[in-house]
């Protein structure tokens, strides 16, 4: 699973605990999307979460 390119966000790890309290292993994954991005004039293809899309930390290409 890629990591976001501007804040970082990635995979985060933890336990889905039941009614009967037990717990299992389960991993939450970041909403990264795959998207060109004007870089210094120049388009590149980058791995950007919604969050930053939404935000306006990136310019599309």
């Known amino acids: 699973m890629a990591k976001c390119d501007i804040c970082g ?3 985060l790890f933890g336990n889905n605990v039941s009614h ?3 717990k299992t292993n389960t991993m939450w ?3 990264v ?3 060109k991005c004007k870089v210094n004039g120049a388009s590149k293809r980058m791995h950007v979460c919604t969050r930053c899309l ?3 930390k ?3 290409a």
């Open 33 to 35: 999307k795959r998207v």
């Open 58 to 60: 990136v310019e599309r």
């Open 54 to 56: 939404r935000s306006g």
């Open 20 to 22: 009967s309290n037990r």
């Open 29 to 31: 994954k970041a909403n």
């Open 9 to 11: 966000k990635g995979v």
